[in-house]
């Protein structure tokens, strides 16, 4: 094995023709450490979004910066160092790095022949000694290292409307860790910035109990009703811009690894493949899609495979055109050059390796799935306002499944109520979230897993929440659906089809150990993945944990507003104690069904409540909060998982202290590693505050 190889299995050549691939330099570590030779005055201002780092591996991690000219339009040179402390008396890799205006100054510099599980200082200084921040990474254990391993995993940040005081909590809480229990990365599952911005002029009423805030200005823009949104290039690296000002976040990103995957509002809140429905049509949007892509690419360092030129100076974005989109098989891949070109501009499905014990399998959702058949004009007069806008499950099930329906015997009608209604699916594929090839790969990937725990980055959730609605009583009306009515239907919940054939996977490969952590949903929610729930079997096979909003606005934050006591069915939803706090019940039906709730209404007596528990609504759920924001830290070991959610107060306002604010309750949950065939399980616990009342 020569010196290169010692650490990460690669050589200096490997490692370059890696970076190049990715759009990056390479800073190579082969020789002894040394001081630092260079002057260096940090000068944050010449560095306004700060540093980052992503992606490591047991050699490696790419390292970020952007550095825009002070005058004129000449790239600053910069060095980047990589030292083993953060006086940088030991320097172990030093590389040039030159930020162009085609990159929007950003660079990425593949740090490699790094030491597995170390940590790491780096800084970038131009040819004047004026310095970046100075950052700190960390390499992953080595694959052969059956160490725990620690992270974070988080979603949903909107600053239009809030503040990160859920980063300012995790680095308090990260530094009061020994070392070895502290976070070696934090994973982003999407919604990094909302792409859909309100001026503060725009909307001077507040949005919910939330004020605007300045954020984002588009250089181009297009206004939509009183909200603006991207249209090119330069409008999507303002929202990086804008976002990563925030000193919390910019915070975040110097002290950890980040690994980001993207959601839909990197890109567009109603898109999917290169398309998007801004108001009520399906309309083409590669060119969006491709400026969306790029400029994630420039502000995101990740070990992703761009297209076109290697050359890690450039982004050879493909040109594409808005493409028509008549010719449109609305339930499959569109097969448009344009529509192709756009969505293979950037593969960021991925995998990563932290030792023995954790493999991260990260999907990208938004990118490959099919048209949302909710959306469809088939389905207008299947509303539901009177039942709180729910869909019954069987309607769901019949839709998503479209021709695969009951093995392949699909209806040809849908009951609703006591009408019926064509079933326009009956014919048509399966919906599918990952797409033909991303699913090949990501099921290849689980089956070839030898870590204890798979861990999915999964931006989406797939936890159903739904309510006995046949449990309602007469006075309600009739509920127009067979038992169950269904919350989430636009992510994994309403795409059960493709669901279920990942779970049989799992079930009959004997795979074990899969844990699903997801974001998008503004709520928390912890349990057990089953392909199919009561009245049907219910056999868990995963574990998922739905992490919350970093800040986005949740359910309970919306119901407190828009619910009100001439509701009939509010007591579901929210309650209203004279002269005390509301209380959230809807985290409680979802838990223990209608009854519980209308009891626990009338009576105000939780036992008599829990008397009326319907244990077959979620048998697969340990836990529900749709009023949390937050983070999640997961600790994976060799012989067991333990994810802890912290929750945190409403991030209307910016903490003013240096915790970040309270904490109102940690939940801590723990599975041990299952054999095949066996059901894992899940205990919890609370190890700080009050989780609310009454789940
Ligand atoms: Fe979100």
């Known amino acids: 094995m020569t010196a290169d190889k010692k650490f990460s299995g690669f050589n200096r050549r490997e490692f370059a023709a890696a970076a190049a691939a990715m759009g990056a330099s390479l800073a190579f570590s082969a020789r002894a450490a040394h001081a630092s030779k ?16 992503g992606d490591p591996d047991s050699g490696s991690v790419i390292l970020w910066t952007r550095c825009p000219p002070a005058t004129g339009n000449t790239a600053p040179k910069l060095t980047v160092e990589v030292a083993e402390d953060d006086a940088f008396r030991k320097v172990v890799a030093t590389a040039a790095a030159l930020p162009l205006a085609d990159n929007d100054w950003t660079v990425r510099v593949l740090a490699a022949g790094l030491k597995p599980a170390t940590t790491y200082w780096y800084r970038f200084t131009d040819a004047h000694g004026m310095g970046s921040r100075i950052g700190r990474t960390r390499t992953a254990p080595a694959d052969d ?29 990260d530094r009061n860790k020994p070392e070895a229990e502290q ?28 004020k605007i805030r300045d954020v984002v200005r588009y250089p181009t823009g297009q206004k939509i009703a009183d909200y603006h949104i991207p249209v090119d290039l330069a409008d999507y690296r303002a929202a990086y811009k804008g976002y990563l000002a925030d000193p919390d976040l910019a915070d975040a990103r110097a002290n950890w690894p980040f690994i980001c995957m993207w959601d839909n509002h990197e890109f567009s809140w109603r898109g999917f493949q ?5 108001t009520k049509d399906i309309v083409g949007a590669q060119t969006r899609k491709v400026a969306a892509t790029q400029a994630w690419f420039e502000y995101q360092p990740a070990r992703v495979a761009k297209a076109g030129d290697p050359d890690w100076n450039r982004y050879d974005a493909p040109k594409v055109a808005d493409a028509d989109i008549k010719a449109f098989d609305v339930y499959s891949l569109v097969q448009e050059p344009n529509n192709l070109a756009a969505i293979n501009a950037l593969r960021t499905y991925r995998h990563l390796k932290w030792g023995k014990n954790v493999d991260l399998l990260l999907t990208d959702n938004r990118s490959f799935r099919s048209y949302f ?4 004009d088939g389905t207008n007069g299947m509303e539901t306002p009177k039942f709180l806008d729910l869909v019954p499950q069987e309607i769901v099930e019949i839709l998503d499944a479209g021709k695969a329906y009951g093995g392949g015997h699909p209806p040809d009608t ?41 861990i999915w980055g999964n931006s989406q959730g797939s936890l159903n929440a739904r309510l006995d609605m046949k449990n309602l009583p007469a006075e309600f009306g009739t509920w127009p659906g067979k038992d169950y009515g269904m919350f989430w239907l636009d992510d994994w919940a309403g795409f059960r089809h493709e669901q279920g054939e990942i779970l049989d996977f799992v079930k009959d490969n004997g795979i074990t150990g899969l844990t699903s952590v997801c974001g998008d949903r503004h709520a928390s929610l912890a349990g057990l993945l089953s392909k199919s729930l009561p009245p049907q079997a219910y056999e868990p096979v995963a574990l998922e944990f739905v992490g919350t909003s970093i800040s986005s606005p949740g359910t309970v934050e919306v119901y407190e507003v828009i619910v009100h006591d ?96 309270p904490v109102t309750y940690r939940i801590r949950f723990r599975a041990n590693i299952w054999q095949p065939g066996e059901t894992p399980k899940l205990e919890q616990e609370v190890v700080e505050g009050v989780v609310p009342f009454p789940v």
Not at 38 to 53: F, H, I, M
Not at 147 to 169: I, L
Not at 419 to 443: C, H, T, V, Y
Request: aromatic share 12%; with cysteine; net charge neutral.
């Open 183 to 210: 976070l070696g990365f934090v994973l982003h599952l999407g919604d990094f910035f909302y792409e859909l911005v309100w001026y503060p002029e725009d909307r001077t009423k507040p949005y919910y109990n939330r």
């Open 566 to 661: 001439k509701e009939p069915l509010h007591a579901l939803l929210m309650r209203r104690p004279p002269g005390a706090p509301s209380e959230p019940m809807v985290n409680f039906s979802i838990l223990h069904g209608v009854k519980a709730s209308l009891t626990y209404d009338k009576t105000g007596d939780l036992k008599q409540a829990l008397a009326q528990s319907n244990p077959e609504v979620a048998p697969h759920l340990a836990f529900v909060d749709l009023g949390a924001h937050g983070y999640s830290a997961v600790r994976a070991s060799a012989d067991r998982l333990e994810t802890t959610f912290v929750s945190i107060p409403n991030p209307a306002e910016r903490s003013t202290t240096d915790d970040g604010g």
């Open 145 to 173: 290292d059956s160490r725990p391993v620690n992270f974070a995993f988080v979603s949903c940040q909107d600053q239009n409307t809030g503040y990160n005081n859920a980063y300012r909590r995790m680095l308090y809480d």
């Open 38 to 53: 260079r002057a260096w005055k940090e000068r944050r201002d010449l560095y306004p979004q700060g540093v980052a780092s």
């Open 414 to 454: 849908i009951a609703f109520g006591d009408k019926q209604f064509p079933n326009f699916r009956k014919d048509k594929d399966p919906q599918s979230i990952l797409g033909k090839e991303q699913k090949a790969w990501f099921l290849e990937q689980l089956r070839a897993s030898k870590a204890t725990w798979k």
């Open 274 to 278: 290169g398309l998007t429905i801004d």
């Open 373 to 376: 058949v909710l959306n469809d």
